[in-house]
Structures are given as structure tokens and as C-alpha cells.
């Protein structure tokens, strides 16, 4: 999983075992996350009749979540920073690993809406803790692509779990998939623990000339940016970008979460009721485009630090699929589609959270990414109750859909338009500044 990292400064080769321990560890780690928040998806079609969900039902099911979602993610990000971002993560992925197993014990509607709504409120501190982490451990030469590496966990599950959840469904109940699904966040918690360290000077690893590279390039980051408030949940807000960066987010993850939870339904549609294996296969090869996709554009925006770009192209490619999606017929071209727009909604991920680093200070980078996590990922509730809402009153998903692609235009005028360009601070250099935001 390790890239070939920016070149390092002239006095010589720099080590870089922090793409070998840091990276993986923290990726398999969201993987089982993203596994135990998606793997609804992959359920849903198959209750069989068992709760009597309605599609309104399944989208609030599978929405619900991100309500939760919201209420750790500025305690979390504080915590990380200022105590510890391992134990943080620690914690919660026990926490979320309980919330899941519980989701496959409910007997009623209700206790389902209940039990993932707990597994949001435990899983919604993990990412911008991550983010923290990575924050202490990569330079903002190289954030995008660690970032993006990192965030590879969200097509990899897809594309490793949805068949394994096929498969399972084939085997076993809707219920032990989901009982199972919790327990290896409780395994991987051992590996965590060994393997990160929330500084490289407390990693046992890590050697003494990257350790002071690190500390080098990190400093020289920090005194490239502007000035900036206390830290608080007020200064936080009272910067222009965050308010942007909140309303992107959101705009972006309502059609993002809409896509992602309602593909595996409009597979098993197009493929017509195929087993569960067989939608589970078929759903991950969407997922291996959006891996590709991620992973060149995060390249592309650290080779030329356009971030804005990297952010509003794939959205826009995006929003043209997802219209096309209601005009076409036959089960290929719509699958072609289908790939197209998980490959354009999932590839601005990495220079999307590069951008909190390069224009707000550390002292409120931590509330702010806890706050953009935290209103943007509401969209993951719209997304998904709206697409189910909709296919119940059209009796098609693609009506759903084709909204998506309005909000994905809103994300696309909002980060064209509301990032202005910054001028680098006295000790800033090209390559510290954010294009992205020009």
C-alpha cells in the first residue's frame, strides 16, 4: 500500500516506513468500519419480509446512522489532539464493534433504527481522529496521497465485503452476517494498539532521520499558514472556509451516501433478483473503478496541487453519469454508468480533506474537520431517505438518483466558487500554497 513518496529534501533519502505501519493499520481499520456501516446494503434486499420495511424504511435504516454520526465528531477530534488520536480510536472501534453486533439482535423496526443509530454515534468519532493522526505523521507535500491511500479503505471493503456479505447471505441469516460483521473491529483493536503511535517520537519503528525529517517538514508547514483563532468551536466557525467546506460536504455526501447504500438494490434489479452472491460480486466491480479513480486523483492533486479541481471535475463527471443513467437502456450500459459514478464520487476524498490542513492552523484545523465531518455527513442521512422516499412514489430508484445529481451540481458551484484564492503566508512556498482553493 506504500506510494512512491515526493521527493525527499536534497541532503538525502528520507525513510518512509510511515507508509508501511500507518497507513495499512489505519485502513484496515475504517475498512471494518465502512464494513460494519454498509454491509445494510447488502442486507436490505434480503430480510425477506422480516421487519416489514417499506423503501422509506430502508432509507431511514440505512440513513439513521449518520444522525448518530454527528455527535462524537468534535469531541473526538479534540480528544485526538490533545490527549491521544490511538486511544481515541481505540475506544470507539470496541464501542462501534458492539453497536454492530447488536443490529443483527433486533426483533422490531424500531430496535433497528435504535441500534444503528448507536453504531453511528460510536463510529462517527473514528474518521476525523484518523485525520488527526495522519495530520501528525504526513507532510502537506504528501497529505492528499495519504489521505487517499488511507480512505482506499471505502471502495476496498466495498469491494472485498459486498461479495463475503453475498456469500454469507447465501449461507446464514440476514442476522449472524451482521453479528459476525461486528466482531473483527474487537480482533483488530489488539493490532492497533501495537502497531500506531500518535507522534513518530513514540513510534518504536521509526528511525531517527525520519522522526527529524517529519518534525522538519511539519514545522515549516505550520509557519506557512496565516494566523488563526483559539481553537474554539467559534473561531472554528467564524472561518469562511469551514462554512464552505461544511456546505460542499454535505451537498457532496447526500449524493455520495444515496449512491453508495442504494447500488446494491439497483444491482440486484438490473440483474434481475440475482442471488446474493451474485449482487455481491456484481457491486464490487463499481467499487474497484472508484478505487482506481482515487488513487490517480489524489496523485494528480499533490503533483500539481490543484485541490478545487481535483474536488469539482469528478463531480462533475458525476452529475453528467447520473443524468445519463435515465435515458439509457439495458442492463451493460447502465452498469458502465453505474461504475462511472462511483469512480467520480469517490475520487475527491484525498485533495478534498488535504484542503482543512493547508488553510487552517492546527490550533483550529482539529474543530473544523470535526465540524465539517459532523453537519456534512447529515447528507448521508438525506441521501439515502431520499432515494427510498422516491423510489416508493415513482417506483423507480433512477428518479432518486437523477435529485442526487442536483446536489452534487450544488457541491460543484460551491467549491468552484466559495474557495478563493489565499496568498501564502511570508514563509511559504509554492508548493504550501492552496491551489486547490484558487
Given at each position: 500500500?506504500?506510494?512512491?513518496p515526493a521527493?525527499?529534501?536534497a541532503?538525502?533519502a528520507?525513510?518512509?516506513?510511515?507508509?508501511?505501519y500507518?497507513?495499512?493499520?489505519?485502513?484496515?481499520?475504517?475498512?471494518?468500519?465502512?464494513?460494519?456501516?454498509?454491509?445494510?446494503s447488502?442486507?436490505?434486499?434480503?430480510?425477506?419480509?422480516?421487519?416489514?420495511?417499506?423503501?422509506?424504511?430502508?432509507g431511514?435504516?440505512?440513513?439513521?446512522?449518520?444522525?448518530?454520526?454527528?455527535?462524537?465528531?468534535?469531541p473526538?477530534?479534540?480528544?485526538?489532539?490533545?490527549?491521544?488520536?490511538?486511544?481515541?480510536?481505540?475506544?470507539?472501534?470496541?464501542?462501534w464493534?458492539?453497536?454492530?453486533m447488536?443490529?443483527?439482535?433486533?426483533?422490531?423496526?424500531?430496535?433497528?433504527?435504535?441500534?444503528?443509530?448507536?453504531?453511528?454515534?460510536?463510529?462517527?468519532?473514528?474518521?476525523?481522529?484518523?485525520?488527526?493522526?495522519?495530520a501528525?505523521?504526513?507532510?502537506?507535500?504528501?497529505?492528499?496521497?495519504?489521505?487517499?491511500?488511507?480512505m482506499a479503505?471505502?471502495?476496498i471493503?466495498s469491494?472485498?465485503?459486498?461479495?463475503?456479505?453475498?456469500?454469507?447471505l447465501?449461507h446464514?441469516s440476514?442476522?449472524?452476517?451482521?453479528?459476525?460483521?461486528?466482531?473483527?473491529?474487537?480482533?483488530?483493536?489488539?493490532?492497533?494498539?501495537?502497531?500506531?503511535?500518535?507522534?513518530?517520537?513514540?513510534?518504536?519503528?521509526?528511525?531517527?532521520?525520519?522522526?527529524?525529517?517529519?518534525?522538519?517538514?511539519?514545522?515549516?508547514?505550520?509557519?506557512?499558514?496565516?494566523?488563526?483563532?483559539?481553537?474554539?468551536y467559534?473561531?472554528?466557525?467564524?472561518?469562511?472556509?469551514?462554512?464552505?467546506?461544511?456546505?460542499?460536504?454535505?451537498?457532496?455526501?447526500t449524493?455520495?451516501?444515496?449512491?453508495?447504500?442504494?447500488?446494491p438494490s439497483?444491482?440486484?434489479?438490473?440483474s434481475?433478483?440475482?442471488?446474493a452472491?451474485?449482487?455481491?460480486?456484481?457491486?464490487?466491480i463499481?467499487?474497484?473503478?472508484?478505487?482506481?479513480a482515487?488513487?490517480?486523483?489524489a496523485?494528480?492533486?499533490?503533483?500539481t496541487?490543484?485541490?478545487?479541481?481535483?474536488v469539482?471535475l469528478?463531480?462533475?463527471?458525476?452529475?453528467?453519469?447520473?443524468?445519463?443513467?435515465?435515458?439509457?437502456?439495458g442492463?451493460?450500459?447502465?452498469?458502465?454508468l453505474?461504475?462511472?459514478?462511483?469512480?467520480?464520487?469517490?475520487?475527491p476524498?484525498?485533495?478534498?480533506?488535504?484542503?482543512?490542513?493547508?488553510?487552517?492552523?492546527?490550533e483550529?484545523?482539529?474543530?473544523?474537520?470535526?465540524l465539517?465531518n459532523?453537519?456534512?455527513?447529515?447528507?448521508?442521512?438525506?441521501?439515502?431517505?431520499?432515494?427510498?422516499?422516491?423510489?416508493?412514489?415513482?417506483?423507480?430508484?433512477?428518479?432518486g438518483?437523477?435529485?442526487?445529481a442536483?446536489?452534487?451540481?450544488v457541491?460543484?458551484?460551491l467549491?468552484?466558487?466559495?474557495?478563493?484564492?489565499?496568498?501564502?503566508?511570508?514563509?511559504?512556498?509554492?508548493?504550501?500554497?492552496?491551489?486547490?482553493?484558487?
Amino acid at each position: 500500500m506504500s506510494p512512491n513518496p515526493a521527493a525527499p529534501p536534497a541532503t538525502g533519502a528520507i525513510p518512509a516506513q510511515r507508509w508501511k505501519y500507518v497507513i495499512p493499520v489505519a485502513a484496515f481499520m475504517y475498512m471494518l468500519a465502512y464494513l460494519d456501516r454498509n454491509n445494510i446494503s447488502v442486507v436490505l434486499p434480503y430480510l425477506d419480509g422480516d421487519l416489514e420495511l417499506s423503501g422509506a424504511d430502508q432509507g431511514l435504516v440505512s440513513g439513521i446512522f449518520f444522525i448518530g454520526y454527528v455527535f462524537l465528531q468534535i469531541p473526538a477530534a479534540i480528544l485526538a489532539q490533545r490527549w491521544s488520536a490511538r486511544k481515541t480510536v481505540l475506544i470507539l472501534m470496541v464501542a462501534w464493534g458492539l453497536a454492530a453486533m447488536v443490529c443483527g439482535l433486533v426483533q422490531t423496526k424500531a430496535q433497528f433504527y435504535a441500534a444503528r443509530l448507536l453504531l453511528g454515534f460510536f463510529e462517527g468519532g473514528v474518521w476525523p481522529a484518523v485525520l488527526i493522526l495522519l495530520a501528525s505523521w504526513f507532510p502537506l507535500r504528501e497529505r492528499a496521497r495519504a489521505n487517499a491511500l488511507w480512505m482506499a479503505c471505502l471502495p476496498i471493503s466495498s469491494i472485498l465485503m459486498a461479495p463475503l456479505s453475498g456469500v454469507m447471505l447465501d449461507h446464514m441469516s440476514w442476522r449472524w452476517v451482521l453479528i459476525a460483521q461486528g466482531v473483527p473491529p474487537l480482533v483488530w483493536g489488539v493490532v492497533w494498539w501495537f502497531a500506531v503511535a500518535d507522534r513518530p517520537d513514540q513510534a518504536r519503528w521509526i528511525s531517527s532521520a525520519e522522526a527529524d525529517h517529519l518534525r522538519r517538514e511539519l514545522a515549516a508547514d505550520e509557519a506557512a499558514k496565516p494566523a488563526a483563532g483559539s481553537g474554539s468551536y467559534l473561531s472554528a466557525i467564524r472561518q469562511k472556509s469551514v462554512l464552505v467546506l461544511i456546505a460542499v460536504y454535505f451537498f457532496w455526501i447526500t449524493g455520495f451516501y444515496g449512491f453508495s447504500l442504494w447500488l446494491p438494490s439497483v444491482i440486484k434489479t438490473l440483474s434481475h433478483d440475482g442471488s446474493a452472491t451474485e449482487v455481491g460480486l456484481l457491486t464490487a466491480i463499481p467499487f474497484t473503478a472508484a478505487l482506481a479513480a482515487m488513487v490517480a486523483c489524489a496523485a494528480w492533486s499533490d503533483r500539481t496541487g490543484k485541490r478545487r479541481q481535483a474536488v469539482a471535475l469528478p463531480l462533475v463527471v458525476g452529475i453528467v453519469a447520473l443524468l445519463l443513467g435515465r435515458t439509457v437502456d439495458g442492463a451493460f450500459l447502465q452498469m458502465v454508468l453505474l461504475c462511472v459514478v462511483a469512480a467520480a464520487v469517490y475520487a475527491p476524498y484525498g485533495p478534498f480533506w488535504a484542503i482543512p490542513g493547508e488553510l487552517l492552523r492546527i490550533e483550529v484545523v482539529a474543530v473544523a474537520m470535526g465540524l465539517i465531518n459532523a453537519l456534512g455527513n447529515l447528507g448521508g442521512f438525506v441521501g439515502p431517505y431520499l432515494v427510498g422516499w422516491l423510489t416508493d412514489v415513482t417506483g423507480t430508484s433512477l428518479t432518486g438518483f437523477a435529485v442526487l445529481a442536483g446536489f452534487l451540481a450544488v457541491a460543484v458551484a460551491l467549491v468552484t466558487l466559495g474557495l478563493r484564492p489565499q496568498a501564502p503566508g511570508p514563509a511559504a512556498t509554492p508548493a504550501r500554497t492552496v491551489e486547490g482553493a484558487r
